[in-house]
């Protein structure tokens, strides 16, 4: 059975950066893509990026570049991506999903940026 | 980017009965290798996005024969028909043929 398991909420400061993890299990890890997507509260889906986990080549939304920065870690089949300078905008639900289908989901993990 | 328009924005119906939802891509979502990436996905209250339907019409694994999804080019259709209560939630479109991948807005379906 195929999962994503993801890191919990957190509150930070606007300014600060956070990275969030979306660990796996059941699948050959090295062999999709990963996605990551950001979905405020009421709104629409929107993807930030991927990153192949056999090389960590990745693909950004323009919109994204510069905020988000994806990696991963083999050994563990994990992907991680840091959000950096978080204002209120960042403010949302990140989810992480495979390939390019988005087949399988994490739970999301919400992130809060208040001072 | 491409735009994904859904439209309505949300209905309801009465258990048992079927529903349309419809989504225009701002370009053609046939890609160079021939296939057309356009999924659908479900939004229950509370939980995340899962897959209903890949490339048009091709049902997810466990997704049952009430769902299927048509159309061609720009314009494509999700039909639910026999509604039970576990299909509520917001439904979306999105493509996967051009990068960044997009989404549509979302239908709310409520039960009557």
């Known amino acids: 059975e195929v999962q994503l398991q993801q890191s919990g909420a957190e509150l930070v400061k606007p300014g600060a950066s956070v990275k969030l993890s979306c660990k796996t299990s059941?699948?050959?890890?090295?062999?999709?893509?990963m996605s990551w997507l950001k979905q405020m509260p009421g709104q629409n889906i929107e993807w930030i990026g991927n990153i192949y986990g056999g090389n960590g080549g990745t693909g950004y939304n323009q919109k994204f570049k510069g905020k988000a920065t994806l990696t991963v870690d083999k050994s563990s089949s994990t992907a991680y991506m840091d959000l950096s300078s978080l204002t209120s905008e960042d403010s949302a639900v990140y989810f992480c999903?495979?390939?390019?289908?988005?087949?399988?989901w994490g739970q999301g993990t919400l992130v809060t940026v208040s001072s | 980017d491409v735009v994904m328009t859904q439209t309505p924005v949300s209905l309801s119906v009465s258990l048992g009965g079927q529903v349309s939802i419809s989504c225009r891509s701002s370009?053609?979502?046939?890609?160079?290798?021939?296939?057309?990436?356009l999924s659908w996905y479900l939004q229950k209250p509370g939980q995340s996005p899962q897959l209903l339907i890949y490339?048009?019409?091709n049902r997810f694994s466990g997704i049952s024969d009430r769902f299927s999804g048509s159309g061609s080019g720009t314009d494509f259709t999700l039909k639910i028909s026999r509604v039970e209560p576990d299909d509520l939630g917001v439904y979306y479109c999105g493509q996967g043929t051009q990068y960044p991948l997009t989404f549509g807005s979302g239908t709310k379906l409520e039960i009557k």
């Open positions: 490339k048009v019409s």
């Open positions: 370009q053609s979502l046939v890609h160079n290798n021939g296939n057309t990436y």
């Open positions: 059941g699948y050959t890890f090295s062999n999709y893509y």
């Open positions: 999903a495979t390939g390019s289908l988005f087949a399988y």
